[in-house]
Every structure is written in C-alpha cells, then in structure tokens.
C-alpha cells in the first residue's frame, strides 16, 4: 500500500486502529489479526535493542529496525521516530523512506522539555518537502506530559498542520478535551489507547480517527510474563 493509501485511512471508513508493534515477529501477529496498517513503538523497539525510550536509540539502529518490521509484512507501516534521532530533516526523510515505511510519528519534546514549536514545524516542512506525498506525518503534540492546556495543543497543533502534519497526535489528552481539540485543530486527530484504558471505543466516540497503542502493548506482555515465570520454576 502506497502511503497515498495510507492517508486515505485517515480520511475515510473505519477509524484507523494501530497496535504498535516492536519487531518483525509482533508485527505479522498484527497484520494477521486484519490490521490495516502497523505502527511501531519506540519505546518498544528501544526496550528490544537493549536501550531505555527517550532518543537513546542511535539512529541507524532504529532505522534497522523499521527496515526489519517493514519487511516482514505486507500491510503499511508507520514508523514512531520519536523527535528524529539527532537527524537534519532532510537526511532523515530520506532514510526512513529507505526502510519501506509510508509514515512517521515525530514527537515536540525532547529530554521531558516542549520545543519552540516554530522550530518543530520547520523541522516537519522540511520532511515534507524532501518526502513530497510518500510520507504519512503525524505530528505528536506533548502539551499534556507536561501538564499544559488545551489552548496550547490547538496552537501547536494548527501550526503543524500548516507545516505539512497530515495527523496530529496530542498524546494523553484528557477524554473529554478530544472533541475540543478535534473541532479546533481540524484534520485526523490521533489519541492513545491502552489494554488498561481508555479504550479505543471511547476515544473513537470523542472524535479521534486514528488510535495508537505506543509501548502499552509491550508493557503489559512484559508485566504478563513477569507474572507467569514464577510458575516456569
């Protein structure tokens, strides 16, 4: 699927549901499952390397990685590249674009702080002048991590869709702020959800069209098999 086929689901049909997966293995269980297109985790893929989330990754790693998961199924694949790696944007495009993946979420904070979000939205028009239509960008607002408000997301998240964001992502947004954010900022709004909550139904009925799982899936897996080894011994 091209990524022009990937926005479409954005924009029409079903909500787009995306388990994020973290290597070629969980991807084909997803795909199996009917999913129409696969995320990544970097927070997942970081845990997998062997490193901690938070731009720890080296950059080639990660882009291994996507590469990998890319080359394992059949359906789409967005990637979750955090705030770039440290890459210039044009370089960055370019090699994510090298991997096989159609998408990209790319995040506005760095080290736990908020960047300018002039400079982020130059840094996402840069991608998408170097990528043209062959990259899916959701943009990932961080306002809520850092406690900010409402008014804040919209801002910024108007600004990335002007700078070329086809989905903005403001990640842990209160349930009941989604349908003010969806109606401010215009476009596809992507929203979290975990196997513990909120669910992708409630998120799906407060506007968002596009659900993504981030490194819950893996986490609660990880918390599963920490319950289940006592019984192995």
């Not at 549901?17 to 995320?39: E, F, Q």
């Amino acid at each position: 699927m091209t990524a022009e086929a990937f926005r479409a689901l954005h924009h029409s049909g079903p909500p787009l549901i995306l388990p994020n997966a973290w290597d070629p293995v969980s991807a084909k269980v997803i795909a199996a499952s009917g999913a129409a297109a696969i995320a990544t985790s970097s927070g997942a893929v970081a845990r997998v390397l062997g490193y901690d989330d938070g731009q720890l990754t080296p950059a080639a790693e990660m882009l291994t990685a996507v590469a990998r998961i890319a080359r394992a199924v059949d359906v789409p694949v967005t990637a979750d590249m955090e705030a770039g790696y440290g890459l210039p944007a044009k370089e960055f495009a370019e090699r994510l674009l090298e991997t096989g993946a159609v998408g990209c979420n790319l995040e506005d904070s760095v080290s736990g702080g908020l960047v300018d979000p002039a400079e982020f939205a130059d840094y996402l028009a840069e991608v998408r002048a170097t990528a043209g239509a062959d990259l899916v960008i959701n943009a990932r607002v961080d306002t809520f991590l850092v406690q900010g408000t409402p008014a804040d997301a919209v801002a910024r998240g108007r600004i990335y869709r002007r700078a070329g964001a086809d989905c903005i992502y403001p990640i842990f947004a209160p349930v009941e702020v989604l349908p003010e954010l969806v109606a401010e900022i215009g476009g596809p709004i992507n929203a979290h959800a975990a196997p513990n909550g909120p669910k992708a139904a409630e998120l799906i009925a407060a506007g968002a069209h596009r659900i993504s799982y981030g490194t819950s899936v893996h986490t609660y897996l990880m918390d599963s098999l920490q319950k289940l080894l006592p019984s192995l011994q």
